[in-house]
């Protein structure tokens, strides 16, 4: 059963395109344009702390959230992978998985800090042009 809560954001919306969906938990694709590949890994009933689920739940979405950091590294091959899982803004249990590259906006710092460069058009294109190859990648990964 999936537990919902009024007013929170990851409850009434998919976060995302959804890539894959199970009875625990989704996956979806972030439509940030400076961010190609930028996934988040979110359990469906309301959670606000990783503690709030069953051992075996959170394994479960650690396995998931390793998943996608393999296939990210695999399709998109960043200079690094950014994990998060704040819930300040949404206390709603989630996992950002961030493809990082040394030329984007805001490297070395998270992406939610203030911009030191405007990536270049063709890097962001290529970035955005693996995206069909990420999708197919990851439905393939977590259906495994």
């Known amino acids: 059963m ?3 809560v009024p007013a929170c954001e990851l409850c009434d919306t998919d976060g995302g395109e959804v890539i894959v969906r199970n009875d625990h938990l989704r996956v979806v694709l972030v439509d940030d ?3 190609p590949g930028f996934c988040r890994v979110i359990w469906n009933a309301h959670a606000a702390e990783l503690t709030d689920l069953l051992p075996a739940d959170r394994s ?5 959230v390793c998943k996608v950091e393999t296939v990210l590294r695999q399709v998109m091959t960043p ?3 950014n994990l998060a899982a704040l819930g300040n803004m949404v206390p709603h249990l989630h996992w950002h998985v ?6 984007d906006a ?18 962001i294109a290529a970035r955005r042009a693996l ?5 197919r990648a990851l439905v393939h990964a977590l259906h495994a």
């Open 131 to 135: 995206l069909p190859a990420l999708r």
């Open 98 to 103: 961030i493809p990082r590259f040394i030329d």
């Open 79 to 81: 200079h690094k992978i």
């Open 33 to 35: 344009a400076r961010y």
């Open 106 to 123: 805001h490297f070395p710092a998270p992406v939610w800090a203030e911009a030191v460069r405007v990536p270049t058009t063709s890097s």
């Open 60 to 64: 479960m979405l650690m396995m998931t």
């Open 2 to 4: 999936t537990t919902t």
